[in-house]
């Protein structure tokens, strides 16, 4: 077929006005909840691959060859993603949310309570929903399992040692493990007796796991790290819950737990029960 000259501009040119006529610019500015702009943000269109990041003054120009309506996904480090629906070619201004994550209260790095991104320690924290999805749910102790710079080492059938910076020995630790600030290392013996501790899973609230040298805040022989077990509030979990496990070659492990409060809120009550046995 034979293309006059006059042909292929008019063709050209409507490829490129219809080019020019899809595509879409989105202007805007991201900043969080004190209205200060975020520089990096990352702004990217939903199922494309679409995306750009924020300048130092938190604004961004992001184009696409698709018409509007189009979802934007707002991410950036410490805040929760924002999804936006863009419907109008408006300049935007997009507020994040500080994630929940790092608006987490620990207690254990400074012995003080403070947000885990302020923390001057390297802490890790298991939390209930984490406990529970894991090995956990047998012995707390196992929800360490993957958490880093944590190693479990199973010495007996019950018994289990953990190890922080590979220091440890089959009746010592370097690790200082605790429940509630009080000491769970056995007076007199001087090793952690996971298999006789009382801890209790359904009492657990969280674990706070802390490395390097601000463990030293707990004593001079603590020298590998902290592992900080934290049961429930009585004020913030009231009500009774209970465990049963049954398994196979006669496992049998049961716990109870019962807390509660006055109606002023100023005397607080728990009680944990256990029993577990195995036999072959």
Sequence with gaps: ?????????????????????????????????????????????????????????????????????????????????????????????????????????????????????????????????NINASGGSIAPIRALINTQGVELQQQTGQRINIALRGSSGVFSTGVFPMLDYRSLISPGLEYFDSQNSPINNIDLERIEVVLGPASALYGPDVTSGVVHFISKNPFDHPGSAAELIYGERNTLKVALRHAGKNEKETFGYKFNVRYGSGFN
């Design 1 to 129: 077929m034979n293309y006059s000259p006059k042909n292929t501009i008019l063709t050209l040119f409507l490829f490129v006005f219809q080019l020019s006529f899809s595509q879409t610019t989105l202007q805007g500015l991201v900043t969080d909840q004190n209205n200060q702009p975020l520089f990096g943000a990352n702004i990217i269109i939903s199922d494309s691959y679409n995306v750009t990041t924020t300048d130092e003054n938190g604004r961004f120009t992001l184009r696409a060859n698709a018409s509007l309506p189009l979802t934007l996904e707002v991410s950036f480090i410490g805040f929760t993603t924002q999804i936006v629906l863009v419907e109008t070619s408006d300049a935007l201004v997009i507020r994040m949310e500080e994630g929940t994550y790092f608006d987490e209260v620990i207690v254990s790095a400074s012995r003080r309570s403070e947000k885990l991104q302020e923390a001057p320690a390297a802490v890790s924290v298991i939390r209930q929903e």
